[in-house]
């Protein structure tokens, strides 16, 4: 068994495929007309055939308050690896990215969380 597909609940499918691919950097490998949302995957440039992460729209009505709960509580929907968190803390940061966490040593990684701007806090790890 293995990963293949890894979801990202968003309240709006193309303000997060700008916000994923203009400024996180991924890149868009699928894009299907699904009714009222579409299956919309990206991945890693570094891993093309890697894990697809999909743009998930807000479809399933108790999404929506889980979704804030965790946001509100201060606790990310995932976590991306970055291999150094202060270059991409600074990178993003130069972009306007809102982030509510700034690079913090915690045990072998270093953390920062960021606002995707689509309802999620997103964590980057790195380990150190």
Known sequence: MKLTVMSVMVDDQEKA???YT???GFEKK??????????LTL????QRDGVELLLEPMGFAPAKPFQKALKDAGIPWTSFGVDDVDKEYERLNKLGVE???????????????LNDTCGNLIQIAQFI
């Not at 991945?43 to 570094?46: L, T």
Request: charged share 20%.
């Open 99 to 113: 982030f509510t966490m700034k690079p913090t040593p915690m045990g072998p990684v270093k953390l920062a969380v």
């Open 17 to 19: 495929l700008k916000f």
């Open 30 to 39: 699928t894009d299907i007309p699904m009714g009222e949302g579409r299956w």
């Open 43 to 46: 991945v890693s440039p570094e």
């Open 22 to 24: 203009q400024v996180l």
